[in-house]
């Protein structure tokens, strides 16, 4: 076996994002540093000292950069830009390949996870509307799932470096945590300011799969000190630590910091065929860890995330809901330990909307109030015969439904069976945050009622998911329910299906961060939602508004202790009776949803330029 000196690699240990001459001692048991102290104030005054001599020249206008892992906001860029000339827009995203792009001036290398790593700056050839996008590359996040911890961390970090190059006067990070791990750091903030787009905080989880490695790299010193008391955390680091050494006597923190040090190079993965002694240790201290620190974002644990350090140094916050908003600031359990924090930054904080630019000769089918009926009645006809029970067994169904050819068909619909159909769609085979157990249990009890329904039901990878998996097999052995239902495992053309189903159900508890619904709309698809995040700000009920409403909601939000199935369902019931005994007021409904404008407007442009302005 490797051996590995026990020595440390370097007395500037990077706790994931490059601390300065701190080390696992420091953080962990809080040993002072004098000399450290005092270079760090040192820095300071000559850095003040400097600005006092040669005062920046006053800008007219302000430079912004975008930094965002999404697509880029081009839709955004532009009406801002039209409305406030006086504002600069750059986008700064991931990319995993150079093609398309020129390579800038600029390339660095940095110290992370362990090892240096290099990146280069590129500038993108494909301009729309003038609009400068550069893209950053290093192998060190390109060609992963940036949203895992270890991915996402080079990027955030060689981001950083790249806006000290680039000089913008405002950072703009969507949905980014743009002060990931700085916890540690001695460092002031620059003349650049930034702005932190929150979706959900929610999202932000510590249930990772290298548990340890987040726990030992965004924990804070109280919380690393009780997973070093923990017994079972300590045999497992001491047994770690002796597989690589003959060291008798040693310290807790000592080991701590030698397995930091060394940690990709301990583990190990079975289908590798490598020695999995370290394996098993690790998996134990994972396992551990997340009992120790279960999701913070709903526990009162010790666990300093992240996110709850942006709050406290970004320059300004703010959510994309105002519902949202509203709503964290007065229910701590949508927040947890950031609670607090969020309360503290109040006054930096705002919300924004969320626009959805929609192409019109993108449309599968541009809709209007005239052509309505008659289009929608032979897109209805088209997919219940594509989905009846024949064309499923012979595997005849069209193929242009489908984004790819890997995807999985159970139940089927009838073409001879008169009745509403209904249209749930789920990205994520996650049961609470998406509502897919109340959008199940509503389907179960229309069936039950006897509801003229057929219902389509679409989870890509959902019969992976024992839950789901048993949800469907139950209504195969159900008889009574034939030609009433049928569920899809993979990825669509929503389009196609929005343009066909009469009601779209939208339980979800959390925040929603996409936009499916807009484009639903489009279709005069209409919503049966949740009374929450932004499904309140963007569907107005029938009920609380004849003149403008497009679609339902439920009274109050689902993620309440009242009974979310009860709730969802009288909304679903109220939508079926208008459906069913008031055609002109559903025709009314289809009319609203269809000239709903989901654009960036005017309205939300100005929130956004307000806060630039502020900053």
């Known amino acids: 076996m490797e051996k590995f000196e026990t020595e440390a690699h370097s007395k500037e240990l990077n706790i994931i994002y490059e601390t300065p ?11 002072s540093d004098l000399l450290y102290d005092f270079k760090a104030k040192l820095r300071l005054f000559k850095r003040y000292f400097r600005l006092f001599i040669k005062k920046k020249e006053k800008k007219y206008f302000k430079q912004i950069l975008l930094i965002t892992l999404d697509k880029n906001p081009v839709e955004f860029i532009q009406t801002l830009r039209k409305q406030y000339p006086d504002k600069e827009i750059k986008v700064l995203i991931p990319i995993d390949t150079i093609e398309g792009f020129q390579k800038t001036h600029i390339s660095f290398e940095f110290f992370l996870q362990n090892r240096m790593n290099n990146a280069v700056l590129y500038k993108s050839n494909r301009t729309r509307e003038n609009i400068e996008v550069f893209g950053l590359y290093s192998p060190s996040f390109s060609g992963h799932d940036r ?19 680039l000089k913008p006067d405002i950072v703009h990070a969507d949905n980014i945590p743009y002060f990931l791990g700085e916890e540690f750091k001695y460092s002031r903030k620059g003349s650049t300011k930034v702005l932190q787009i929150i979706r959900d905080f929610s999202q932000f989880e510590t249930n990772k799969t290298e548990a340890f490695w987040a726990a030992i790299n965004l924990v804070d010193k109280k919380g690393m000190k009780r997973i070093c008391r923990d017994k079972i955390i300590k045999k497992c680091i001491a047994s770690l630590f002796n597989l690589h050494n003959t060291k008798r006597f040693y310290q807790m923190r000592e080991c701590l910091e030698f397995i930091y040090q060394n940690y990709f190079k301990f583990r190990k993965y079975i289908d590798k065929c490598e020695d999995i002694d370290e394996n098993i240790l690790f998996n134990r201290m994972n396992a551990r860890i997340l009992k120790l620190f279960p999701q913070m974002a709903y526990e009162d644990e010790m666990f300093y995330n992240s ?12 959510v994309t809901s105002k519902t949202y908003y509203k709503a964290i600031l007065q229910n701590p359990q949508l927040s947890g330990k950031m609670y607090n924090r969020i309360l503290k930054t109040k006054q930096k904080s705002s919300y924004v909307s969320y626009g959805c630019s929609i192409n019109p000769a993108k449309l599968y089918m541009q809709f209007t109030s005239d052509n309505f009926r008659d289009i929608r009645c032979r897109n209805k006809k088209y997919i219940l015969r594509e989905f009846g029970q024949e064309r499923i067994r012979l595997n005849f169904v069209d193929i242009n439904l489908f984004k790819n050819s ?14 509403p159909l209904l249209f749930a769609h789920f990205e994520q085979p996650e049961i609470l945050p998406q509502g897919i157990d109340i959008a199940f249990n509503t389907i179960l009890k229309l069936f039950e009622l006897n509801k ?3 219902i ?4 890509p990878d959902g019969l992976q998911n024992n839950y789901i998996k048993s949800w469907v097999d139950f209504l195969e052995k159900n008889p009574s329910v034939n030609g009433r239902w049928l569920f899809i495992d993979g990825k669509i053309n929503l389009e196609q299906f929005f343009a066909s189903s009469d009601i779209m159900l939208l339980p979800q508890r959390i925040n929603v961060t996409d936009n499916y619904h807009f484009l639903g709309l489009k279709y005069g698809c209409i919503p049966v939602a949740s009374r929450s995040g932004i499904y309140n700000d963007t569907i107005a009920d029938i009920f609380d508004d004849i003149t403008y409403g497009c679609g339902f909601k439920t009274k109050i939000p689902l993620n309440t202790e009242d009974d979310s199935n009860e709730i969802f369902l009288s909304a679903i019931m109220k939508a079926l009776n208008l459906y069913t005994n ?14 709903y404008n989901s654009g960036w407007t005017f309205e939300i442009i100005e929130k956004y330029n307000k806060i630039y302005e502020l900053m």
């Open 21 to 31: 001459r701190n080390s696992i001692d420091d953080i962990v048991f809080e040993d």
């Open 147 to 165: 949203t895992r911890l270890q991915y996402l961390a080079p990027f955030i970090k060689a981001a950083g470096i790249c806006v000290k190059k």
């Open 307 to 318: 996110m709850y350090y942006t709050l406290k140094k970004t320059d300004f916050w703010a």
């Open 406 to 419: 890997e995807f999985i068909i159970k139940g089927y619909l009838d073409s001879f069976y008169e009745a």
């Open 452 to 454: 003229n329904i057929q």
């Open 456 to 459: 389509i039901v679409n989870i």
């Open 582 to 595: 008031n055609p002109s007021s559903w025709n009314l409904l289809i009319k609203n949803a269809m000239n």
